[in-house]
């Protein structure tokens, strides 16, 4: 596929974003920014969700991986859905209660400032990689179709790309987001229906026929009971769908501020519901893509990379197929990963200026615009660098990467959260810092040790659950010490 034919379409695509950012952000303040007025529409923020979940490392990482994992990832998937569920009825009603235009104040309420900012620099230290990660996947794709071709360094290819980010989002935050994302979403989805059709003809059969192949193929395996010590285990992959769901969206500023910005509690809950069932079939659609690229390369003895994440790309882009899959190619992968690091920068830099920097408190409307605007540069820079240092240190599939970040990172803030609302007891606030780095350090040790401790066990996406757990019972001891204090007091 031609380099500058690859360039056109992106230019043209961002072409219709900037037009949709301009009007639909014109007239925004900070409050737009932050949580869109609190003005959106349910069934509109449902649809835009789904662009931002599905990242441009789902799109390509995905299908890639059903050669080894078959379709177990829809184990987790099915968990994700019943996380969402959780979301909107434990978090959804709590978070309206208290106002929030940031989730992380909920800790402060709750525990105190030490809290407030642990949360706070977990969820930025999470997104920042997150989103970097992410992000990569796309300038790696981009530095194969076109920057290496015009002999342009990786570099130039990494500036430019979280450039157009952060020019679209800069503008109107999270009201503009919601329009843009859900545009995304709409090409992400019509390209990735589009490319199994066309698939499907090159293989000389039509949907009913590719649907009968998947079903039919080995690859098409969903559920994994056999052995406890697989990482495709059931419930292994099951429940680690719940808890990352929770920890990855009910707990972070870039997937609920979208959901907070609903007219009400009961319109973010149907948004949320909705978007769960709808995120089950958008993810079906690219395993079975993936069945069917890797029939296509065994039908007609093509030699795939040996980098699942490559394989998508390599078909789409190689001249196998008619030159309109490698344009639906671009659409959806360019679809899914801006739409993700759009999200994600608008995010960071709302917690950036809310939580951690506190520039609501003390600064007048003006203060805090002028504030938010150098953070956004700032965080789109930060984002640069990591996607810089992540393409030098990179050696693994980067779905897996991603969900290994986040069960360290996004474990403590589970733990945090799971505690202040199911239970009353205060605690010594100033002391969580120290739990909050000391669970993912003792998780950690168990995680590499964990074959030769446990009899050959090998963790998976559970980390997050035992990282939650660590920190739980964490918290739970500095109560224990405060309660004694109290005591103690009582008594004299």
Not at 65 to 92: D, E
Not at 387 to 409: G, K
Request: aromatic share 14%.
């Amino acid at each position: 596929m031609s380099p500058l034919l690859t360039l056109t379409i992106i230019i043209a695509y961002f072409g219709i974003l900037f037009a949709i950012s301009y009007f639909s952000g014109r007239k925004a303040n900070n409050a737009g920014f932050f949580s869109g007025n609190r003005q959106s529409s349910w069934y509109l923020v449902a649809f835009s969700t789904i662009g931002a979940a599905i990242s441009g490392v789902t799109f390509v990482s995905v299908p890639g991986m059903v050669a080894t994992a078959n379709f177990s990832y829809m184990q987790m998937v099915l968990g994700f859905a019943v996380g969402q569920f959780i979301i909107a009825f434990v978090l959804i009603p709590l978070f309206y209660r208290m106002n929030l235009t940031s989730i992380y104040e909920y800790l402060e309420n709750r525990f105190g400032v030490s809290s407030y900012k642990t949360g706070a620099w977990l969820f930025f230290i999470s997104k920042m990689l997150g989103a970097a990660i992410r992000l990569y996947i796309v300038c790696v794709v981009l530095q194969l179709l076109v920057f290496t071709p015009l002999h342009i360094p990786f570099a130039v290819n990494v500036l430019f790309t979280v450039g157009l980010v952060w020019l679209y989002t800069f503008r109107g935050g999270v009201k503009t987001l919601i329009w843009t994302d859900s545009f995304k979403t709409f090409c992400l989805i019509v390209s990735v229906g589009l490319c199994i059709y066309y698939i499907a003809k090159d293989l000389g059969t039509n949907i009913a026929g590719a649907i009968t192949l998947i079903k039919d193929s080995e690859m098409s395996k969903t559920f994994f009971f056999e052995d406890i010590n697989d990482k495709r285990y059931f419930f292994k992959q099951f429940l680690a769908g719940v808890f990352t769901m929770i920890a990855t969206t009910g707990l972070d500023q870039d997937m609920m501020q979208k959901s907070l910005s609903c007219k009400n509690p009961l319109d973010s809950q149907k948004n949320m519901i909705t978007g769960g069932i709808l995120q089950i079939f958008v993810v079906l659609l690219f395993l079975m893509l993936g069945v069917l690229l890797y029939t296509y390369a065994s039908v007609n003895q093509i030699v795939l990379p040996a980098d699942g994440d490559e394989v998508f790309p390599f078909l789409a882009a190689g001249g196998f197929f008619p030159a309109i899959v490698g344009v639906l190619f671009i659409i959806g992968l360019i679809a899914a990963a801006y739409a993700a690091a759009g999200s994600a920068l608008t995010a960071l830099t709302t917690s950036f200026t809310v939580d951690i920097l506190e520039s609501r408190k003390h600064k007048t409307e003006q203060q805090v615009t002028r504030t938010r605007k150098q953070v956004h540069v700032a965080m789109a820079i930060g984002m640069g660098v990591v996607i810089y240092i992540i393409n030098i240190l990179n050696n693994e599939s980067v779905i897996n990467t991603v969900y290994t970040l986040a069960s360290y990172t996004y474990g403590p803030l589970l733990g945090m959260f799971a505690f202040g609302i199911f239970n009353k007891r205060a605690i010594r606030d100033k002391w969580v810092p120290l739990i909050a780095i000391a669970s993912p350090i003792l998780c950690f040790i168990l995680d590499v040790n964990s074959e030769q401790w446990f009899g050959g066990y090998q963790f998976s996406h559970e980390r997050l659950i035992l990282n939650a757990f660590f920190t739980f019972m964490g918290l739970l001891f500095l109560t224990m010490g405060k309660d004694r204090k109290r005591l103690l007091h009582e008594r004299v």
